[in-house]
């Protein structure tokens, strides 16, 4: 650390400016979740006096309970929680086996079917959305979880990510192993898997994140309440109690929150992730 | 092994071809099936589609390219169509300038850098949906945060989202704030990665702080800048949820994009035929869109 003595006077200003305009940004950010924080636990009057007021007089905790009980949300944090998380083990469990294949295994047709699962990452989300529904109308699968679950099991970028990532792991690994009597198999469970757990939580955690956001997928195979994932809730919520405000942040609220806190206890993996994706270019 | 014959050693060689070529493909299994249903049928069922009209629960019928007339003789696609280009074109450069600004500020080994990170990075986590009624509120004409302030100066009441001159810009600026955190994190792996003896060669031959960004830094994060203007313009001509959420197409379908008319069509009216054939002149349009920006960049992307 540069102590401030050490600076000259114009390194000094500089560093002032780049703090205050960095400060700035940072407070538009954030500002928008503390109104939403702190309106959800307001009196209506206080939202609607031209007095504005930065916080509540006493905060409303009723607004929450009011919330949960015009709308099930405690049905929505399920459904979300059961298809994120049914959706991230599928999808690593096929990402694994099929990064396993095009990375350890030498057979003909590897290399095109490589650059076929990249192909698919160019194809827009537009072409598929008629066709995907119509075949999950044909299923009778429309209103289900399977629904909500299957179409969204496959990540051709999350293949990529650990294919590369296998391609770092010694290969005398795998032979020792062999020496020792472990199947292929065997291999990727025992070795490959446990060495790539960063790699795994990465894609895990940025599929759960999605799956959490979700909005126009279960908007448009669902149409039960019972069904809804949490975000269709909101705007649903939304829709009914337009100008609601303090029950709308309240809503708001408890849609984001449980993600804010994954993301401040896994914040690496989410950077990590990010970082990954560019370098995709 | 020097002990085992040659025929031998072929033909366990040989197995271990096999059996390496039938693990691979049973381990592809779950992939090709995937691909085969929720991919390519996708891909030739549109077009298949595209030329036939089709309410959900009526017959077939095959129309030739009668939805594809009707289509582009329709202004309200033409409308969506625009809405759509003037989202990205604003969206995605000012998002991109923003981001590669903040990222450099963020660079120079300051202190709080981490927490400027996590603070930028905060809206990238939430759901689009969630953060975008709060801004809805944080726009409200009567009781919104933004226009308290500008009252609070002196200027009048702006509706954000109900003036149809200003919607589409008060949701692009949303989607600037939604989005700034991801591309600040890939800019900023991108700046450390350029090494730092290009800059000190740099600075001995007499170049200043706007030489150096101009002809180091910019053309050393060129790749990232083209990978983000690929992806952002894919991205912003399928903008949808924060319109639904925000201003819900209008006002006066002022903010009516083009994913919109596509969802109307296919789950409103049920039109499924001539829905397909939206998506895939969609899909045409962000393909061309694409190979220009191909074409275009090429002459400026730095690869080492």
Redo the contacts between chains.
């Keep these: 650390m540069i102590s401030a003595k050490s600076l000259r006077p114009r390194q000094l200003v500089r560093s002032g400016l780049t703090h205050a305009v960095l400060l700035a940004g940072a407070v538009i950010m954030i500002l928008p979740f503390f109104w939403m924080v702190t309106t959800s636990l307001k009196e209506m009057w206080e939202v609607f006096t031209p007095e504005m007021q930065w916080l509540p007089e006493v905060p409303v905790w009723r607004n929450y309970a009011d919330a949960w009980m015009y709308a099930p949300f405690g049905r929505y944090y399920f459904n979300t929680i059961f298809v994120a998380v049914s959706v991230v083990v599928v999808q690593l469990i096929i990402c694994g086996l099929a990064a396993y294949a095009l990375s350890r295994l030498q057979f003909p047709g590897r290399d095109i079917i490589f650059l076929g699962v990249l192909g698919t990452m160019m194809l827009p989300g537009t072409l598929m959305t008629v066709p995907s529904y119509l075949i999950l109308h044909w299923l009778k699968w429309i209103d289900t979880y399977y629904a909500l679950i299957i179409p969204s099991v496959f990540n051709a970028f999350g293949i990529f990510l650990l294919r590369q990532f296998f391609m770092t792991i010694p290969r005398e690994l795998d032979d020792a192993a062999t020496i020792d009597g472990c199947s292929r198999i065997a291999i990727l469970w025992r070795i490959i898997m446990p060495l790539s757990k960063a790699a795994f939580a990465t894609i895990g955690i940025f599929t759960f994140m999605g799956q959490w956001n979700s909005y126009i997928w279960p908007l448009i195979v669902t149409n039960s309440e019972e069904m809804r994932m949490i975000s269709v809730g909101i705007s649903m919520f939304k829709d009914q109690f337009n100008t609601q405000w303090t029950l709308m942040m309240a809503a708001s609220t408890t849609a984001t929150l449980p993600l804010l806190v994954v993301f401040l206890f896994a914040q690496r993996f989410f950077i990590e992730g990010i970082t990954l994706t560019g370098l995709k270019g | 092994m020097m002990a085992v014959p040659q025929a031998k050693r072929r033909r366990q060689w040989l197995s271990m071809?096999t059996?390496?070529?039938v693990?691979?493909?049973l381990?592809?299994i779950?992939?090709f099936v995937?691909?085969a249903?929720?991919?390519l049928?996708?891909?030739f069922?549109?077009l298949v589609?595209s030329f036939q009209r089709w309410r959900?629960y009526g017959n077939q019928e095959w129309v030739g390219f009668d939805n594809y007339r009707r289509i582009f003789s329709d202004s309200v696609f033409w409308l969506s169509l625009k809405n759509a280009a003037i989202y990205a074109v604003f969206f995605v450069p000012l998002s991109i300038i923003i981001a590669l600004a903040?990222a450099i500020?963020?660079n120079?080994k300051?202190?709080?850098m981490k927490?400027?990170?996590?603070?930028?990075?905060?809206?990238?986590?939430?759901?689009?949906?969630?953060?975008a009624?709060?801004?809805?509120?944080?726009f409200?004409t009567h009781?919104g945060?933004v226009n308290?302030w500008l009252t609070r100066i002196g200027l009048n009441r702006v509706g954000w989202l109900t003036d149809p001159d200003i919607a589409m810009f008060s949701v692009i600026i949303f989607s600037i704030?939604k989005s700034?955190?991801?591309n600040v994190?890939?800019?900023?792996?991108?700046l450390q990665g350029v090494p730092q003896h290009l800059y000190e060669a740099a600075r001995i031959d007499g170049a200043g702080r706007w030489g150096q960004f101009r002809y180091i830094t910019l053309p050393m994060v060129s790749?990232?800048t083209?990978?983000?203007l690929?992806?952002g313009l894919?991205g912003a001509?399928?903008v949808?949820?924060q319109i639904?959420?925000m201003t819900g197409g209008g006002p006066m379908r002022a903010t009516y994009v083009v994913?919109m008319y596509?969802?109307d069509y296919?789950?409103r009216y049920s039109e499924?035929g001539y829905?397909?054939a939206?998506?895939?002149i969609?899909?045409i349009i962000?393909?061309i869109l694409?190979v220009i920006n191909m074409k275009v960049s090429g002459k400026f992307v730095h690869y080492e």
């Design positions: 071809k059996e390496q070529t693990l691979g493909y381990c592809l779950p992939t995937y691909a249903v929720f991919l049928f996708p891909i069922y549109s589609l959900l903040v500020l963020l120079q300051i202190r709080g927490w400027y990170r996590t603070a930028y990075f905060v809206p990238v986590v939430s759901s689009t949906v969630a953060v009624v709060v801004w809805s509120f944080l409200d009781y945060l308290d704030w700034l955190g991801s994190v890939i800019y900023l792996a991108a790749p990232t083209f990978f983000m690929i992806m894919i001509f399928q949808f949820e639904m959420i994913y596509m969802y296919a789950f499924m829905a397909a939206v998506g895939y969609m899909a962000i393909f694409t």
